[in-house]
T-cell receptor
Framework: SQKIEQNSEALNIQEGKTATLTCNYT??????LQWYRQDPGRGPVFLLL?????KEKRKERLKVTFDTTLKQSLFHITASQPADSATYLC???????????????FGGGTRVLVKP | SAVISQKPSRDICQRGTSLTIQCQVD?????MFWYRQQPGQSLTLIAT?????????ESGFVIDKFPISRPNLTFSTLTVSNMSPEDSSIYLC????????????FGPGTRLTVL
C-alpha cells in the first residue's frame, strides 16, 4: 500500500540547535516533494519544494534533501528559534502522471517545539 | 501569493443538518481542492473542483455527502450534508500557486463541530 510517514512524536529542541525531520514514502514515485508549515488553527503554508533530480534545496535557515533511492526526504531547521515551533508536513503528488498542479497527499506531520 | 478566504471560520451544528462552506480566491484559478483535517490528523483530500465540470472525488468521499459547486474561477462551495459528529473537522480549500503550479496556497480553514 502507499504510505507517507513522518515521525508522529513531537520533536523538542533547544533554541539554536538544528531540528531534523524525516519523511519516508512507500510505493510512490513522486516528481517532487514539498514541505509545509502549519500553525494551530491555520491552514498549511508552503515552505519548500524539491524535485526528484535535486539532492538538496535551501531557503534561509531551512534545508531539504531528497533521496529517491531511500524514498526519503529530510527537513532541517538550522539555528532554530521559538518562532519555528509548529507542525511540519511533507506532501507529494500521488499521481503516476507527472504534471503540475495536481492534488497532494500529505504525511501525518511532525510537531516541533523549540524551547528558549 | 494567492489570498484565500473561507466562510464561516467556524460553526457548531446539530446532527442531521447541512453546512455550506465558501472559498473565495483573489485570482482566477482552474483547479481548487477541498481537504479535511480531522482532530490531530493530517490533511485528506476530499475532491478536486474544476470550473465548468463535475468535481472529482477521492476514494471514500461521495457527491451526495459532500456536494461541491464551482460557479466561476474564483469561488467554490463545499456542503457537508446530513452531518454526524464524525464530520467534526477542519475543512480547507487550496489552489495551485499562479507562479509555480506545483505549490499550493491554503485557506485559513473552517472549523466544524457537530453535536
Amino acid at each position: 500500500s502507499q504510505k507517507i510517514e513522518q515521525n508522529s512524536e513531537a520533536l523538542n529542541i533547544q533554541e539554536g540547535k538544528t531540528a531534523t525531520l524525516t519523511c519516508n514514502y512507500t510505493n510512490y514515485s513522486p516528481a517532487y516533494l514539498q514541505w509545509y508549515r502549519q500553525d494551530p488553527g491555520r491552514g498549511p503554508v508552503f515552505l519548500l519544494l524539491i524535485r526528484e533530480n535535486e539532492k538538496e534545496k535551501r531557503k534561509e535557515r531551512l534545508k531539504v534533501t531528497f533521496d529517491t533511492t531511500l524514498k526519503q526526504s529530510l527537513f532541517h531547521i538550522t539555528a532554530s528559534q521559538p518562532a519555528d515551533s509548529a507542525t511540519y508536513l511533507c506532501a507529494l503528488d500521488p499521481s503516476p502522471i507527472k504534471a503540475a498542479g495536481n492534488k497532494l497527499t500529505f504525511g501525518g506531520g511532525t510537531r516541533v517545539l523549540v524551547k528558549p | 501569493s494567492a489570498v484565500i478566504s473561507q466562510k464561516p471560520s467556524r460553526d457548531i451544528c446539530q446532527r442531521g443538518t447541512s453546512l455550506t462552506i465558501q472559498c473565495q480566491v483573489d485570482s482566477q484559478v482552474t483547479m481548487m481542492f477541498w481537504y479535511r483535517q480531522q482532530p490531530g490528523q493530517s490533511l485528506t483530500l476530499i475532491a478536486t473542483a474544476n470550473q465548468g465540470s463535475e468535481a472529482t472525488y477521492e476514494s471514500g468521499f461521495v457527491i451526495d455527502k459532500f456536494p461541491i459547486s464551482r460557479p466561476n474561477l474564483t469561488f467554490s462551495t463545499l456542503t457537508v450534508s446530513n452531518m454526524s459528529p464524525e464530520d467534526s473537522s477542519i475543512y480547507l480549500c487550496s489552489v495551485p500557486s499562479p507562479f509555480d503550479y506545483n505549490e499550493q496556497f491554503f485557506g485559513p480553514g473552517t472549523r466544524l463541530t457537530v453535536l
